[in-house]
């Protein structure tokens, strides 16, 4: 039987020696170089062993991304997303994709935890906003899911509504943490812990410099499957844990956010968002039957104002013919968000003595090494 490893600090992949793709990353590596962007958790960790529902053991939380510095309902942010494919969650996006807009913070936890999260991130706004509903229209959360059942009581709903308000109110700007935190801490990716993951690229388009950030909840996969900058990482794992349980009655599913100070409109947000799934694919991901890939799109840009009495209201765009570096950044993003949710993650035991451990760091290195020596 495999033994668990003895715990060793973490750290990101950059970190490990390995550089995915080729455009410089932004001042933090994360979704908040995006100005405006911010990012907070609220982790939850109680109990061990057996599984009794509504007592634990409880491995789960919520993450919130916080556009526009907070004030993302009066100066509402252009939006658009990408299915490809749907088992799995994000409520609310149906609103988003028909009108292109984003109005709430977004927030992501554990599948059967969402209501708790749409009825909390409600009560916030009204608090904040009385005129909802009254002056202004109703909103609709915007609430991504993923289950994190193998090391979580999922069935025991532990998120409440301190937990929600908790994540929006520590949401800041700078370095976000990442691995077993927030609405990433049961998460499980190709085997291995996982959970909440960040990169951002900066890139030139059309004489300008933008930056592309993306967040991840990574949930997905098998190890087999798992690739580290083309390397067939999975063929390294499965030896070193062989005869360990894993998870097998689903893929699980992977949610990611991605923000950008380019100029876009919806359509131009809805394609970019594919490319995130272009970036899933590389680490492994061929979106299976029980896997959800659901992405959530913004810029910074523009705002489209709440209240005005102007029916005709200008936006700077990039054209289309500009958006290749942006693509290709989107790719680079979310592949190394992917693998820092990996590395940053310690091992971790939950509900019924299930376990997920964490990527050997060693591998990393070891492909970061043999990149080395093949490239000139």
């Known amino acids: ?70 004030e993302v309902f009066m100066n509402r942010a252009v ?34 935890s969402v209501g708790a999260c749409s009825e909390a991130l409600v009560e916030h706004m009204l608090g904040r906003y009385p005129g909802i509903g009254i002056k202004e229209d109703v909103i609709i959360p915007i609430v991504g899911e993923c289950d994190d059942s193998w090391l979580n009581d999922i069935g025991g709903r532990h998120v409440r509504s301190q937990h929600v308000i908790q994540a929006i109110e520590s949401a800041e700007s700078g370095p976000v943490a990442e691995g077993s935190v927030g609405g990433g801490t049961g998460m499980v990716t190709c085997g291995m812990k996982s959970g909440i993951g960040t990169s951002s690229r900066r890139v030139n388009a059309a004489g300008k410099r933008y930056t592309v950030g993306v967040l991840v909840m990574s949930n997905f996969g098998v190890m087999e499957d798992l690739r580290i900058d083309g390397f067939p990482a999975g063929r390294l794992l499965v030896p070193r844990f062989k005869g360990m349980k894993r998870r097998t009655t689903t893929q699980g599913s992977i949610i990611a956010v991605l923000a950008t100070d380019a100029p876009l409109l919806p359509h131009q947000l809805n394609r970019l968002a594919k490319r995130v799934g272009l970036g899933i694919g590389r680490v492994g991901s061929y979106a299976a039957h029980s896997s959800g890939e659901i992405v959530v799109c913004f810029s910074t840009a523009n705002s489209v104002p709440r209240c005005t009495s102007k029916m005709l209201y200008r936006l700077k765009v990039l054209l289309d013919d500009g958006m290749d570096p942006l693509y290709e950044a989107t790719l680079e993003a979310t592949e190394e968000a992917i693998l820092n949710s990996l590395t940053m993650a310690e091992a971790m035991r939950g509900a019924g003595g299930n376990f997920a451990p964490a990527m050997p760091l060693d591998i990393v290195r070891d492909i970061a090494a043999r990149r080395a020596k093949a490239l000139p």
């Open 79 to 112: 939006a658009g997303g990408f299915v490809l494919h749907g088992a799995g969650e994000v409520a609310g996006m149906t609103q988003l994709l028909e009108w292109g807009i984003l109005e709430t913070p977004i927030l992501l936890t554990n599948t059967l």
């Open 1 to 70: 039987m495999t033994t668990e490893p003895k715990p060793e600090p973490r750290c990101r992949i950059r970190e490990l020696g390995l550089k995915v793709g080729r455009y410089r990353t932004g001042k933090y590596n994360a979704i908040t170089d995006v100005e405006g962007v911010r990012v907070g958790h609220s982790t939850i960790i109680r109990g061990a062993g057996k599984l009794v529902r509504g007592q634990g053991p409880v491995r789960t939380g919520v993450t919130a991304i916080v556009p526009k510095d907070g």
